[in-house]
């Protein structure tokens, strides 16, 4: 599985509406249902997963947008979780949606690391943090941008004609 999301991106992969159970985030659609877009009968299993990677990493990517508008420029993405332990090369489809170094802490529980470091600042401003273990950083690799950009506005085009409300366009 790695070495597909490693290899260079192919057009003929069909996009996706990754709404398995909804839509959680940008427009919070409930029933949003996934829909696959592009599939033929040259479609195989592997395009159809790689599809689906690059289509909820296009939804990170406008997840970071909503982002950038409030709080401006991203300085690193911090990424963890199980599917980062066990399929690292997510990681890479994320840092070229979003052309930019994805970092994986690699440690239990590291959802709680904020709650700590938050507590911390007020029970012990002074005491030095320990810095989380991270893994390997994935790099964008800059000749996919064009490809990823397309994607997001192929996403984005299918987004508006069958999940948006009219009040969301």
Do not use: C
Not at 36 to 61: C, H, K, N, Q, W
Not at 88 to 94: C, D, F, S
Not at 129 to 152: C, F, H, L, N, Q
């Amino acid at each position: 599985m790695n070495e597909l999301l490693l290899a260079r991106p192919e057009p003929a992969t069909p996009l996706v509406l990754p709404f398995f159970s909804g839509e959680r985030s940008t427009g919070w659609a409930a029933d949003a249902r996934a829909i696959f877009f592009g599939v033929s009968a040259a479609t195989t299993p592997a395009m159809l997963i790689r599809g689906t990677v690059e289509s909820v990493a296009v939804s990170y990517a406008r997840i970071a947008e909503h982002l950038h508008d409030v709080a401006g420029e991203t300085k690193q993405i911090v990424a963890s979780g199980r599917v980062t332990q066990d399929l690292p090369a997510v990681l890479q489809v994320i840092a070229d949606v979003l052309q930019t170094q994805v970092i994986p802490v690699i440690m239990k529980r590291v959802t709680l690391r904020g709650t700590a470091l938050i507590s911390l600042d007020v029970l012990a401003p002074n005491v030095a943090r320990a810095e989380p273990v991270v893994g390997e950083t994935r790099w964008p690799i800059k000749d996919r941008a064009a490809y990823y950009s397309a994607r997001k506005q192929q996403f984005q085009h299918h987004y508006e004609a069958v999940v948006a409300t009219p009040t969301d366009r």
